[in-house]
């Protein structure tokens, strides 16, 4: 199993990871606690509060009470494991830590119960929680100082656009292996914004004779690629000679190019375009890159799968408000939440479509009286193209609306994604006609229809 401390940090200030607030930092502010670096020491260091210590550290009081402070993590994700680590804290560490974790700041589940911490050391702790959240409560008993806290998962991002860096880690990328690193870690390469300096890049040790270095980047989605842009910012006489792309499959993205010094490369032209999930980047002969970009169009396998990742990771409050705005039966929702972990997009379709077979007629009527009435378009996003329509068509829209109601005890329901006002019109004329029957079996259909369309614009 891959350690969890090799995946990316969640609240990484890097990432915008930030201390929202604390009840106590007397001695050392909050803010320390997600510094970059590693915590560092100085002996004869003292400020008006005492001795200046590099992380988070609160005054002395005694059990029951204890501290705490809320983070906002850097990126949404699922948490793997965390490290808290207690360096230079020796006589003034807490004797235990806990962690509660929160996807919209109203329901907190515990994470990480009480547990035992050493001084001056990195305390690593597994988490077992499939959920994506976005906020910590870090609690320390009864009180003392914390140097840095590390969060290790995966990003979930909420959304992916229609032309995305799909390497970037805020869109769910990460470099999952690389030869070497000596200089400076893989992981830099994928961060937001550009380097700052030497550190904040990859750069391998120097090698000898004929030589490659590579790492392997898994993207955020499955995507065609179309522009990569190879940045060797800072990187002046340690710059590598060239480099290449290509598809784990070793599909050739970009040819062998030379690299210049301390520049940003944009390759468009020279690139094959190929679809890819993970890619391999070569240098030669060694060297450093502070930054790589792949940009790109998710394709609808992998837009799928993405939908299919943050549906399996929504917390349950969040999956039951979700699934209701695709569908407004309380009972269906539900029943979508137990159903998960889903194993693929076609099985998610798959069950919201047997669930809702399943369904009571009350339960159907529920979601029935939810929709807006067609016509009404203000705040139905499937209706827009009703904005377009004449005073004459609405108007006539509503009469027979108000007769439809009254003939079959519920709204007229039509998926009117694609559909003008004049043929939603038609169809209502035509649907007048039905056996209450037959229209309350076609009102069924489309409402499948709506909740199928819905259902896809999940993460878009």
Known sequence: MTDFTDLVDLASERLGGTVLSATDDFFAPKENLLKAGPAIFLPDKYI???????????????????????????????IRGIVVDTAHFKGNFPEKCSLEASADLEEWTEILPPSLLSGDAQNLFAVDDPHRYTHLRFHIYPDGGVARLRVHGEVVPETLGDFVDLAAVENGGSVVEASDMFFGSRHNLIFPGR???????????RSRGEHEDWCVVELGAYGVIKR???????????????????????VEILRRTPLRAHDL????????????????FRIYPDG????????????????????LRLVNAWTPPIAFRKFLQCCKSSRWANLMIAARPFASWKGVEETATELW?????????????????????????????????????LQELARL??????????????????????????LLRKRLDNDP????????????????LRLRKIGT
């Open 195 to 205: 380097s700052t300096g030497m550190h904040d890049g990859w750069e391998t040790r």
């Open 288 to 307: 450093g890159v502070s930054r790589l970009r792949i940009w790109g169009v998710p394709t609808e396998e992998g837009r799928a799968a993405h939908r």
């Open 437 to 452: 029957e037959e229209e309350f079996s076609i009102a069924l259909q489309e409402q499948r229809l709506i909740t199928r």
């Open 401 to 426: 609306n108000r007769e439809y109601e009254a003939r079959f005890g519920h709204i007229y329901i039509v998926c009117a994604t694609g559909k003008s006002a004049e043929e939603m019109l038609a």
């Open 228 to 250: 990569v842009e190879v940045d060797t910012l800072h990187f002046k006489g340690n710059f590598p000679e060239s480099c290449e792309l290509e598809t784990e499959g070793g």
């Open 265 to 280: 490369h944009v390759f468009e032209k020279e690139l094959l375009l190929a679809a890819a999930s993970r890619v391999r």
């Open 48 to 78: 008006d509060t005492g001795k200046w210590m590099d992380g988070w550290e609160t005054r002395r009081h005694r059990a029951p009470d204890h501290d705490w402070c809320e983070i906002r993590l850097g990126a949404a994700g699922i």
């Open 357 to 393: 077979k399943d369904s009571t007629r009350e339960e159907i009527l529920e979601a029935f009286a939810a929709h807006p009435k067609i016509g009404d378009y203000k705040g139905a996003e499937e209706q827009t193209a009703v904005s377009a329509a004449s005073d004459s068509t």
